[in-house]
């Protein structure tokens, strides 16, 4: 017995899996490409179709590595500049009228953001 933790199929009925996207991930799955009609000797997915997750087979669909092995699972939430400069604009205070000054704060808060996001997600990690 070996099932599925996403699709709770029986992996050994050599079935694709169902899940199209990891929840954490903005990309689509990359489905087996064997070349060539057979099964994954891992998951048992057939050619053209998902693997099971947690299938040493699986490439990861941002970087092309080994899906479970790469440290794109672990890639922390960034801020995006545009939301930074709504900020700096909704205060009246601060560099209202010079959008050069503006772009140059939202360049400064947005590197000091992420990196902070960054450096939590490195605590965090397993
Ligand atoms: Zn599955
Ligand atoms: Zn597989
Ligand atoms: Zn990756």
Redesign the pocket.
């Known amino acids: 017995m070996a099932e599925c933790s996403a699709c709770k199929q029986e992996m050994r009925n050599n079935v694709g899996c169902t899940l199209e996207q990891y929840a954490n991930r903005d990309k689509p799955r990359i489905p087996y490409n064997r070349g060539e009609p057979g099964n994954c000797h891992d998951c048992g997915t057939p050619d053209g179709e998902l693997h099971h997750p947690g299938c040493d087979m699986e490439r ?1 669909a ?2 092309k ?1 080994q ?1 479970i092995s ?3 699972n672990y890639k922390p939430p960034t801020i995006k500049k545009g939301l930074i400069l709504k900020v700096l604009e909704l205060n009246d205070g601060l560099c209202m009228d010079n959008k050069e000054e503006r772009e140059k704060l939202a360049d400064e808060l947005q590197k000091a953001i992420n990196s902070d996001l960054l450096s939590q997600v490195e605590r965090n990690a397993p």
Do not use: F, K
């Open positions: 990861c941002d970087c590595g899906q790469c440290d794109c």
